[in-house]
């Protein structure tokens, strides 16, 4: 097939189709493989299923071309990739962390970088004048999330890269997925996703990935800790990536369409005190992410009730469509009382994070409608 510049095509079509003429992607479930009579490995590049599995090396070819990078590595979960970049740093590195993201990664990065003696700074990225002030700070690494989760802040990329010119820019980009920015091309070194979430989009796959601008020593180190660990996942789990890989574009379309009109409602129900969204205009963010996010503004939001904790309580045992879970990026609209979860790190009680999924916008719009007025 001719290669193509449109995203939905790409998604479908790249790298799923091959020699043996099916259309489905085939799965390889061997662990080891064999040899021939003078001990050479019978098929090139497979030894041993710990590092060496065609399905997954499949699964990354599709995502690296989908990220346009020059690589990709597929790990067990998103936090065992996360983990995997700060495990290259040593004594005496420093770190400058994104505040006010995902509490899995904050909480294991800082009692990591506590115990090798690594110096940990945590600043909001969205704001410039901010970050401005730890530039003489000169990090190792520095690490953002955008959108961030759960308050929907944008960090503006290109200017981090500006700003931190030999650090290595690590981009947690799950919010955004590839389908709406790609920051290998605004200057990150390494971009990691939970897989889980949206490129899976069908909650039944944990996976993560790291993908790469270049081809580096850090990169090549990255490859041997992986094969050297066994942070790996199972053939299985990464042909369902590639089969739900085939539907990403339309269902991220289909999601983002729907978190759009959604905050616009809850931003203009009476019940509902904010919403936390970068593609309402009167988001802060909302410039940045019209400039840096293409195709739409993602389908993670956060909703502010009016009240207290029992009343945001009472408004999520209400919602019928909505699925009381924790997760987002999935085809079924999720939501999640954040305080109840991380009552430690100061999110307000009356906040529930919402993940929009593929329904229809109307049985959305009115689920929360109900649960609001009835709560």
């Given at each position: 097939m001719?290669?193509?510049?449109?995203?939905?095509?790409l998604?479908?079509?790249?790298?799923h189709?091959?020699t043996?003429a099916?259309?489905?992607?085939q799965?390889?479930?061997?662990?080891t493989?064999?040899?021939?009579?003078?001990?050479?490995?019978?098929s090139?590049?497979n030894v041993?299923?710990?590092?060496h599995?065609?399905?997954?090396?499949?699964?990354?070819a599709?995502l690296?071309?989908?990220e346009?990078?020059k690589?990709a590595?597929i790990?067990?979960?998103?936090?065992?990739?996360i983990?995997?970049?700060?495990?290259?740093?040593?004594?005496?590195?420093?770190?400058?962390?994104?505040?006010?993201i995902y509490?899995?990664?904050t909480?294991?990065?800082?009692q990591?970088?506590?115990?090798?003696?690594?110096?940990?700074r945590?600043?909001?990225?969205?704001d410039?004048?901010i970050?401005?002030?730890?530039m003489t700070?000169?990090?190792t690494?520095?690490?953002?999330?955008t959108p961030?989760?759960p308050w929907?802040?944008?960090?503006?990329l290109?200017a981090?890269r500006?700003?931190?010119?030999?650090?290595?820019?690590?981009?947690?980009?799950?919010a955004?997925?590839?389908?709406?920015?790609?920051?290998?091309?605004?200057?990150?070194?390494?971009v990691?996703?939970?897989?889980?979430k949206?490129?899976?989009?069908?909650?039944?796959?944990?996976?993560?990935?790291?993908?790469?601008?270049?081809?580096?020593?850090?990169?090549?180190?990255l490859a041997?800790?992986?094969?050297m660990?066994?942070?790996?996942?199972?053939?299985?789990?990464?042909?369902?990536?590639?089969?739900?890989?085939?539907?990403?574009a339309i269902?991220?379309?289909?999601?983002?369409?729907?978190?759009?009109r959604?905050?616009?409602?809850a931003?203009?129900?009476?019940?509902?005190?904010?919403v936390?969204?970068?593609?309402?205009?009167?988001s802060?963010?909302?410039a940045?992410?019209t400039?840096?996010?293409?195709?739409g503004y993602?389908y993670?939001?956060?909703?502010?009730?009016?009240?207290?904790?029992?009343?945001?309580?009472?408004?999520?045992?209400?919602?019928?469509?909505?699925?009381?879970?924790?997760?987002l990026?999935?085809?079924?609209?999720l939501?999640e009382?954040?305080?109840t979860i991380?009552?430690?790190?100061?999110?307000?009680?009356?906040?529930l994070?919402?993940s929009?999924g593929?329904?229809?916008?109307d049985?959305l719009?009115?689920d929360?409608?109900?649960?609001?007025?009835?709560?």
């Amino acid at each position: 097939m001719k290669p193509s510049d449109n995203f939905a095509t790409l998604a479908a079509h790249l790298g799923h189709f091959d020699t043996s003429a099916g259309l489905a992607p085939q799965i390889q479930t061997s662990t080891t493989y064999r040899r021939d009579v003078d001990y050479v490995p019978m098929s090139e590049g497979n030894v041993y299923g710990r590092d060496h599995n065609d399905t997954v090396r499949h699964a990354e070819a599709v995502l690296a071309q989908m990220e346009q990078a020059k690589s990709a590595l597929i790990w067990p979960s998103g936090m065992a990739a996360i983990a995997a970049v700060f495990r290259g740093l040593g004594a005496g590195d420093r770190v400058l962390l994104q505040s006010g993201i995902y509490w899995g990664t904050t909480g294991w990065v800082r009692q990591f970088c506590s115990e090798q003696d690594i110096e940990l700074r945590e600043i909001d990225f969205s704001d410039l004048d901010i970050v401005k002030d730890h530039m003489t700070f000169e990090p190792t690494l520095v690490f953002c999330e955008t959108p961030s989760n759960p308050w929907l802040r944008v960090t503006d990329l290109t200017a981090l890269r500006t700003m931190f010119p030999s650090s290595v820019l690590v981009v947690d980009s799950t919010a955004a997925t590839p389908y709406l920015t790609q920051p290998l091309s605004m200057g990150a070194d390494l971009v990691i996703h939970s897989a889980t979430k949206a490129l899976n989009g069908h909650s039944d796959v944990l996976a993560g990935v790291i993908l790469t601008s270049d081809l580096n020593p850090r990169w090549t180190k990255l490859a041997q800790e992986r094969a050297m660990a066994g942070a790996i996942i199972g053939p299985f789990e990464a042909w369902l990536l590639l089969r739900s890989l085939r539907t990403f574009a339309i269902r991220m379309r289909t999601m983002c369409d729907n978190a759009l009109r959604f905050a616009e409602f809850a931003k203009a129900h009476p019940l509902v005190e904010d919403v936390f969204y970068p593609g309402l205009k009167t988001s802060p963010y909302h410039a940045l992410a019209t400039r840096q996010m293409n195709g739409g503004y993602g389908y993670l939001m956060s909703v502010l009730v009016r009240g207290d904790r029992k009343m945001a309580l009472d408004v999520v045992s209400r919602l019928k469509v909505f699925q009381r879970a924790t997760s987002l990026g999935g085809v079924e609209s999720l939501v999640e009382h954040r305080h109840t979860i991380e009552p430690h790190t100061g999110i307000p009680e009356n906040l529930l994070r919402l993940s929009i999924g593929i329904e229809h916008i109307d049985d959305l719009t009115a689920d929360l409608d109900q649960a609001l007025r009835n709560a």
